[in-house]
């Protein structure tokens, strides 16, 4: 408060007059938020300094101006720097005579202050100013922040009354007024009575010491009991609606709990589902891979048949080459029986000739014959012997013949039961890619069937969550769409692997047919037959190991099969615990909904019971009212002779305060 002392001596001291010492030394022992000038004398210059300090300061809330001895444009100056004020809670200007002007400028403070609440006149000349409270009961009538008002001892007339009167019907806010010893009489207490039931707000009013009838007090008396009560009323009913406002957010507030932990519960649904997704993807591609490794093996079977049917073909030219061997062998035995026919013949023309020239010499050609009987037989045993080993060798090259036919045609065999069983596994292969791939889209637009339907549930219980499962549709569609695309994109690969695949079983059958070619070069005859044996072994050994292959495959696709059916079973039984979930989420919902309902019965019920309470209230006052009129209609003859002796009394009053030596010193009081 010491800056408040500083600003009003140097305001003083700016306007050419000096600060008063009073006024200082209250400013110095000012407690904080109350200033307390009564009973000192206040000069125009520190009313203007106080004005000016008053529109800028922001820590006062009660200003105490009691029998200050203000003048007109003192009273003036300082309620015009209030008007600007925002903080003073409370005035109090007792004793102060205020007259028209210091009138007008309370009724400017009415009009434009927004924060005086409590406003003190007693002991004041303002109803002696007809036009000027006047204009201050219409300020009045305007104002919506003042709580209290007293104006005792302020010579008000009925017709000051009755502005009051017609104040307080417009004014919402005025709870206390204080209007004893004026002078209001008969006239002004029934315009006051009769303006009083249309104000709900006010619930003190004193008129004692103003003339007034007894039966008006009282009626004023049960008007006030009627707003005390309606006040109460309604401030059990705030209390009442606080309390239910309280519950109904306490609900609000719980339900909003509830809903985002059904959110939490939605996303975490979401993140499973996403989970799931990944997993299928991962399982798909798994399954994908798997195809991939048995496309492998299958051409890997294919290759090991195409590099079967070359060493058919190979055994087949092998056998030609040795049927075109034996065809030679033939024609070679066929010219050495011509060349030994005619070397016989040429012997046997010799002999002629040597019998005809040796029949001198009998002994040495009996000699000679036996020798040449003897070459003779000793080149039919060659004959012989040469024709015994074509016909070895013809049996040989037939048994090996009917040997290779044999194992060709059950390497054929086999090779067709190869051929028929890789054909069957890869129809048995792509009916389980098919099933496996309609069983994981079954399986997703069961869910999504699910979801879809646990999503309309959840719409028709909470229209809010419209929205966010639309969302999770979108992403649900989202997620379908890139299972697709990967599945698009493996299938992509497959075919791109599948022609890699193909271009190297072209470049491995161009190398085959080169070393095949080779190895015809090189091999032998008789390597060829034991090659062709060998290979017949190894193509049974690698058929068997085919066959077991085969088999461990169809094992892998039993444990395939089981794990399917297991992950199945654990999503069928995730899908039931997020179901029972939700069911339990909309009992909830359900119980929220029926103890909103109760409150709302319950409020249904509190205001109906307000509602007849009132009925009651305004069936008491109408039979209160009817009563009232028949008092008035009997003692109608006794008012108007207290009306008559009311107002000779009146004016013998007036007269004598007029004519009393009192009346200067009513101020100084």
């Known amino acids: ?222 008007a006030m009991d009627r707003n005390r009560e309606r006040q109460t009323t309604s401030r059990e009913n705030q209390a009442r609606t606080h309390v239910l406002s309280k519950e109904v957010q306490h609900l609000q507030e719980e339900k909003s709990r509830q809903f985002l932990d059904l959110m939490e519960t939605i996303d975490k649904q979401r993140k499973e589902m996403a989970r799931t997704g990944r997993a299928s993807a991962a399982r798909v591609e798994q399954l994908q891979e798997a195809l991939n490794e048995r496309h492998s093996v299958i051409n890997a079977l294919k290759a090991k048949l195409q590099m079967a049917e070359a060493a058919r073909a190979l055994s087949e030219q092998k056998a030609q080459s040795l049927g075109e061997l034996l065809a030679a062998a033939e024609q070679e035995q066929q010219s050495l029986a011509q060349r030994q026919a005619k070397e016989h013949r040429l012997e046997q023309q010799e002999a002629a000739e040597r019998e005809s020239k040796l029949l001198r010499d009998l002994s040495a050609a009996n000699e000679k014959n036996l020798l040449l009987r003897n070459q003779v037989d000793e080149l039919e045993r060659k004959v012989r012997s040469r024709q015994e080993q074509l016909f070895l060798a013809r049996q040989e090259l037939s048994s090996v013949t009917a040997e290779l036919k044999m194992r060709a045609s059950q390497a054929e065999e086999r090779l067709e039961l190869e051929k028929k069983r890789s054909r069957q596994s890869l129809e048995d292969l792509e009916q389980l890619r098919a099933k496996e791939v309609e069983h994981v889209t079954r399986h997703l637009e069961d869910s999504e069937r699910a979801m879809q339907e646990r999503v309309q549930r959840l719409e028709a219980s909470r229209l809010s969550l419209e929205e966010e499962l639309s969302r999770v549709k979108a992403a649900a569609l989202s997620e379908r769409g890139q299972a697709e695309e990967e599945l698009i994109k493996a299938k992509n690969q497959v075919r791109l692997e599948e022609q890699r695949l193909a271009h190297l079983e072209e470049q491995l059958r161009l190398l085959a047919r080169a070393r095949d070619e080779a190895q015809s070069a090189c091999l032998q005859q008789r390597r060829t037959v034991a090659d062709a044996q060998a290979r017949a072994s190894q193509l049974g050994l690698q058929a068997e190991g085919l066959r077991r292959r085969l088999e461990e495959l169809q094992q892998e696709l039993g444990n395939k099969d089981q794990e399917k059916a297991a992950e199945v079973s654990r999503v069928r039984v995730e899908l039931q615990e997020q179901n029972g979930r939700l069911r339990a989420e909309l009992a909830a919902q359900e119980a929220l909904r029926e103890k909103v309902a109760a409150l709302e019965r319950r409020l249904k019920v509190i205001a109906s019971d307000h509602r007849e309470a009132l009925l009651d209230r305004e069936s008491e006052n109408a039979s209160l009212r009817e009563k009232l009129r028949l008092k008035e209609a009997e003692i109608a003859r006794i008012r108007e002779e207290e009306v008559q002796r009311a107002n000779l009394l009146q004016n013998a009053v007036l007269a004598y305060v007029q004519g009393s030596p009192l009346r200067a010193m009513s101020p100084q009081k």
């Open 1 to 222: 408060m010491e800056e408040f002392r500083h600003c009003y001596s140097r305001l003083c001291r700016e306007s050419g007059a000096e600060p008063q010492e009073t006024v200082l030394q209250k400013l110095q022992e000012l407690p904080r938020g109350r200033l307390d000038l009564a009973t000192q004398s206040l000069t125009v210059d520190t009313c203007r300094a106080l004005g000016k300090l008053l529109q800028k300061e922001a820590l006062l809330t009660e200003l105490i101006l009691s029998d200050c001895m203000l003048s007109e444009e003192g009273a003036t100056l300082l309620l015009q720097g209030l008007c600007a004020n925002t903080i003073v809670r409370f005035l109090d200007l007792k004793g102060n005579n205020l007259q028209a002007a210091g009138t007008e400028a309370l009724g400017r403070l009415l009009r434009q202050n927004k924060s005086i609440q409590s406003l003190t006149l007693e002991w004041n000349n303002l109803g002696t100013w007809e036009d000027a409270f006047a204009a201050f009961c219409g300020a009045l009538a305007g104002n919506g922040t003042l709580r209290q008002l007293d104006l005792r001892n302020n010579q008000i007339s009925h017709k000051g009354a009755e502005e009051l009167a017609l104040a307080l019907t417009c004014n919402a806010s005025l709870q206390q007024l204080d209007l004893r010893w004026n002078n209001i009489g008969l006239l002004g207490g029934r315009a006051l009575v009769n303006s009083v039931p249309r104000n709900r707000a006010l619930w003190r009013l004193e008129l004692a010491g103003n003339n007034v009838p007894g039966d008006v007090l009282r009626a004023v008396e049960q």
